[in-house]
């Protein structure tokens, strides 16, 4: 607590500098103490439910009865976890594979274009640049149910100019098969494109231009330019983009909904979860579908959540600095 | 106003070249986008029947999918205007919530990299799916406001709320502080993003500008609001928008439920792109004006 310096104790010292020293140490220390109580507050608020849903998956449906048991399961189990796994209910291991192939396509295929773009907004100049970056702000802005109506009807009933149709004879109906998300995100319309977009040009805005004249005056072709010395330079911002492209279209229930009926992915398969037990379930009685209680359904809600969240949670494990630091680094602004 | 001058040489080069990079999102924009946009726009003046693999058959019947919006059905109004008081209230108490917390993040402290990515983690746990799971199964919901309802007799704000009521202090403006007090659960999950935006414009301001500030005699409150409010003001407009865009394509937004419902099972094509244009200019509307006025105040330090 008190160190020696110069021959006098804290008190001493304290006494010399009429209070003050003992003033500013109690400030301190309050203040520490009152930030370490509402952070913990905060942290707590934040992790409780994810706590709240290990416990929970791992007991019993009578542990959910039971007034004693509060956080730690009686009768431990991992029926939950071999229930929702059943590939009736979630499919874990077949969704599982097609939601790490689709996510990561996707991803790769969106950061890619998204730099792209983002580059050339960052470094070139050309007519109408303006309007076209307003045009990014505008798709980073409308939510993409505004259009989901008309998105609907445009790949059910697809047709591009005619062509397709005066060919085959009828329109291709394209709503349950994945190459439309594919091609709007070839596009840079997929899911929050217009942010990374937007993330990308400001990083690259804030490098300086003279690695590239240097390059320009060696003869080197602009995509070339961009392929070896700035992409090289770009990385940090690449790898945050392309995490939260991954986990975003992971948990993405509405382009899943969309385009991707025909194959069971995680998104998809856990916002029907309650209903495909109960069916399940009722299959089993010799009914429809069977009521299920609060507990179970919670139970199985909680248990369906911590599996699709679980491989997320352990990349922001390894990629946190990635996530974090790299948002810090763009130097965001308007 | 610049002078419009023939792009020649080096810069019709570079011109086509930028053009080239940001292709995919023009076509991209026209294609997936504007086509979309327009469709649906005409098809809100319509009445669109579908007619299996057939063409649509689709009249034009004016405002009729307006008027039914407004007048005839028995929720949009309503959740509309509920929607709208919401969004408000809560990018308030979301952007006043993140800069608190990351000027709390910002000091020096142990476990400071810890408690970062704690406040980050909803922002990838409560994105998609996962958000507004518990509140679209009715069973939970039921149990959830049993539980609410049964607590609330102990909790805090509630005490503090009936102390205020019987001094007749309060009205509209306190029940919303409340309800955001109760909720903050829900602020804190949805401000993962802003608390990292404004850290990273709090580590920008360089630490000589205090010192200089505290050797004039200001004191920490003061440098608070002369430095680094105008200092990081520019981030406000940025995580405001940031907010109400977020806010807009959340999940368990009741509107989107709204016209999803009226979309896919009862397949009302028309009055559902009403009712999606009427909200989507609302937001425009409100994003423009808003971001007028905070602009007005932001500071450009350069």
Known sequence: MTKKKAGFNFWERNRLSNGYLLRKRITKYGVAILRAILLFGLCFLILQPVLNKISVSFMEERDLYDPVVISIPKHFTIGNYKIASDPLIMDYSNSLVHSIVVSLTIAILQIAMCTLVGYGFARFQFPLKKVWFALVILVIIIPPQTISSSLYLHFNFFDIFGIIKATTGSPLNLRNSPIPYYLISAGCMGLKNGLYIYMVRQYFRNIPVDLEEAAYIDGCGTLKTFIRIMLPQAKPIITSCFLFAFVWQWTDGFYSKLFFQSISLVSTSLSRIVASLGVYIGRAQGTVQAQLTVARSNQILSTGTLMIVFPVIFLYLFAQRAFVESIASTGIKM | ?302
Request: aromatic fraction near 14%; proline fraction near 2%.
């Open chain 2, 1 to 302: 106003m610049k002078k419009q001058k023939k792009l020649a040489g080096l810069q019709k080069r570079k011109a086509i070249s930028g053009y080239i990079f940001i292709l995919p999102f023009i076509l991209g924009f026209l294609l997936f986008m504007l086509k979309p946009m327009i469709d649906s726009l005409i098809m809100s003046f319509q009445n669109v029947e579908l007619k299996g693999s057939e063409e649509n058959i689709r009249t034009f019947i004016g405002m009729e999918n307006y008027r039914k919006a407004f007048r005839v059905d028995p929720d949009f109004t309503r959740l509309l205007t509920e929607e709208l008081i919401r969004l408000v209230v809560y990018t308030l108490a979301i952007i006043v919530f993140s800069f608190f917390i990351s000027l709390v993040l910002n000091q020096e402290f142990k476990g400071r990299s810890v408690v970062r990515a704690v406040f980050f983690l909803p922002v990838i746990l409560s994105s998609g799916v996962i958000l507004g799971l518990e509140s679209n199964n009715q069973y939970m919901a039921a149990m959830q406001s049993s539980v609410e309802n049964s607590v609330s007799g102990i909790s805090v704000s509630a005490a503090v709320e009936s102390i205020l009521k019987t001094m007749d202090i309060g009205g509209a403006v306190f029940d919303k502080v409340f309800e955001v007090i109760d909720n903050i659960y829900d602020v804190a999950m949805a401000s993962g993003m802003q608390i990292i935006i404004f850290l990273s414009g709090l580590q920008t301001i360089s630490s000589s500008m205090y010192e200089a500030a505290s050797i004039d005699g200001c004191t920490r409150w003061e440098s608070l609001w002369k430095i680094t409010f105008p200092m990081i003001s520019s981030l406000f407009l940025v995580n405001w928008i940031y907010t109400v865009v977020d806010f807009c394509m959340r999940s368990d937004n009741q509107v989107i439920t709204k016209i999803q419902n009226e979309m896919t099972s009862k397949l009302q094509y028309g009055p559902a792109s009403a009712m999606s244009w009427i909200y989507f200019l609302f937001i425009i509307a409100f994003v423009g004006i808003t971001s007028f006025f905070i602009s007005k105040v932001v500071y450009y330090n350069d």
